[in-house]
């Protein structure tokens, strides 16, 4: 789950980036909007949450919670891989099942709601890392300073269905400190489905923007329109959502297949049908929830370049602190930001000088950012994502604020 300190809730693994043009999205059919036939199909939803806005109505979710976690299986398998722990064993997979239809029926969450959140923070990962960045965030569902967790410094191999069990309650029915999804839902006042669109929201953020619209804030801007293509049967493949415009949407934008969603930046492109929400007042919960974030420690923003620059790959990601980055004269092995920002970056912002001379995309970290969630975001993997942005650690603990990076070449 992407951490604003105080303010931001919990975040998707893959999370936290943002943004601005007004995009123009494909004229589509109603109908078709509502359908969700194709299972897997992601959709880029914005807005306020309404199913008027084309957002997914409870009948357009997987049908139970039985075919949405078999759909995520094939995930939770391989998913603790990428912070060097254990992959989930088979008994956990279902000790995990076992405990979100436990707590969702002792806390009445739906039960795939509470599952496109586990996903969404840490790929149901039993042994994800803690996070603290001013709120200790632990466990499945990257909680509010929850007492479950199998990672919390000691890693636990196996990890026990109490503590599986503990981590699920922690992000639903809440802790002392902070609220979970339970509380949440009820603090939106609303009584259909947007209210799920809503409290993941403010799950992750905290708060929701004053016109209502989802995808804006200070939050994780994709975070929203994952968890609902999450409960319409999304389950692999980059997620087609561009942190960069979703703001600026007020409804679908249409389907996407993941595996044709190479860059974030290629699901907007055409004219929205849908009208502007209706102003909506700012939803702020008494305590704020945290964005995952891969890794167990704070890894600072790099202040300076480093002498030079060596390529390496890895898929450890590390996400970033606000400090913002010195620029300095460095010699690379690579190219220069000059050589790289010539070739096809009209942003303001610095290039990174690490960034191939061919790269022809580029993306800026912000607040927030960590590779896992950059990827993610931006569809591409961290081979990709190293072997264009020469410099960065083995750790991908190293990325600047502010920077451009490059994501297409």
Not at 6 to 30: C, D, H, K, T, Y
Not at 31 to 60: A, C, M
Not at 132 to 142: A, K, R, W
Not at 282 to 301: D, G, R
Request: aromatic share 6%; with cysteine; net charge negative.
């Amino acid at each position: 789950m992407s951490v604003l300190l105080s303010i931001l809730a919990a975040g998707s693994l893959p999370a936290l980036i943002f943004g601005a043009p007004v995009p123009s999205l494909p004229s589509r059919n109603v109908d078709e909007v509502h359908s969700f036939q194709k299972r897997g199909i992601y959709t880029v939803f914005g807005g306020n949450g309404d199913v008027s806005d084309g957002w997914p109505s409870l009948s357009d979710w997987v049908s139970s919670f039985d075919e949405m976690f078999e759909a995520n299986k094939e995930t939770m398998s391989s998913s603790c891989a990428q912070w060097a722990v254990a992959n989930n064993s088979d008994d956990e997979i279902n000790d995990l099942s076992n405990s979100i239809q436990s707590v969702a029926s002792s806390t009445g969450v739906d039960a795939r709601f509470i599952l496109a959140i586990v996903m969404q923070e840490s790929q149901g990962c039993v042994r994800v890392p803690t996070t603290n960045y001013g709120v200790v965030n632990p466990g499945l569902m990257q909680s509010h300073d929850g007492a479950g967790s199998c990672n919390n410094g000691d890693v636990q191999d196996p990890c026990p269905a109490s503590e599986i069990t503990q981590m699920i309650n922690d992000g639903t029915a809440g802790t002392s400190s902070g609220d979970g999804l339970q509380q949440l839902l009820a603090k939106t006042g609303v009584d259909d489905v947007t209210k799920y669109y809503m409290a993941a929201r403010l799950y992750n953020s905290g708060s929701i923007a004053s016109d209502g619209n989802l995808g804006q804030g200070i939050a994780t801007h994709c975070y929203v329109s994952d968890v609902a293509n999450r409960l319409t049967g999304w389950s692999t493949g980059a997620s087609s959502c561009d942190s960069s415009t979703i703001g600026d949407l007020t409804g679908s934008s249409g389907s996407t297949s993941p595996s044709s969603a190479t860059s974030a930046t290629t699901s907007t492109s055409a004219t929205s049908t849908t009208a502007t929400p209706t102003e909506t007042p700012t939803v702020t919960p008494t305590v704020t929830p945290t964005t995952v974030a891969p890794t167990t420690t704070s890894a600072p923003v790099a202040t300076e370049p480093p002498a030079t620059f060596t390529t390496t790959t890895t898929t450890s990601p590390v996400p970033t602190t606000t400090t913002t980055p010195v620029t300095t004269t460095a010699t690379t092995t690579t190219a220069s930001p000059t050589s790289a920002a010539a070739t096809a970056t009209a942003s303001s912002d610095p290039v990174y000088p690490g960034a191939v001379s061919s790269c022809t995309k580029y993306y800026t970290v912000v607040s927030g950012d960590y590779c896992l969630q950059v990827e993610a975001e931006v569809g591409i993997t961290a081979s990709q994502l190293m072997d264009w942005n020469s410099g960065l650690d083995a750790t991908c603990s190293n990325l600047w604020l502010g920077y451009q990076y490059c994501i297409q070449a």
